[in-house]
């Protein structure tokens, strides 16, 4: 059984910046995905073992996702937040990792982030 376990949500003001973490219990391709009430899960960011990282459009050039092999740990470091970018953050790992929330078999519970303005 795969498990995430995600650190590092919390509350934060609008151009304030938060990191998040999750650890998984085997060597994954990993991606982040977010949630707002009422809204479709949205794709954020994913790597993959290979070393190729992607984005969604919304966040391209505000977060950074990397990740320690070692550690078997993907971090998703959000900077100049927005309030749009509120919602609960899912870490989620697959053998070949897309932008596609579907595709991928192992969630962690979500962690919430909360963005006021």
């Known amino acids: 059984q795969v498990q995430l376990v995600e650190s590092g949500g919390g509350l934060v003001q609008a151009g304030g910046s938060l990191r998040l973490s999750c650890v998984a219990s085997?060597?994954?391709?990993m991606g982040w995905f977010r949630q707002a009430p009422g809204k479709e899960r949205e794709f954020v960011a994913a790597?993959?073992?290979?070393?190729?990282?992607f984005y969604g459009d919304s966040v391209m050039g505000r977060f950074t996702i990397s990740r320690d092999n070692a550690k078997n740990t993907v971090s998703l470091q959000m900077n100049s937040l927005k309030t749009e970018d509120t919602a609960v953050y899912y870490c989620a790992a697959d053998q070949y990792g897309t932008s596609w929330w579907k595709d991928y078999d192992y969630w962690g519970q979500g962690t919430q982030v909360t963005v006021s303005s």
């Open positions: 085997g060597r994954y391709d």
């Open positions: 790597t993959r073992l290979s070393g190729n990282t």
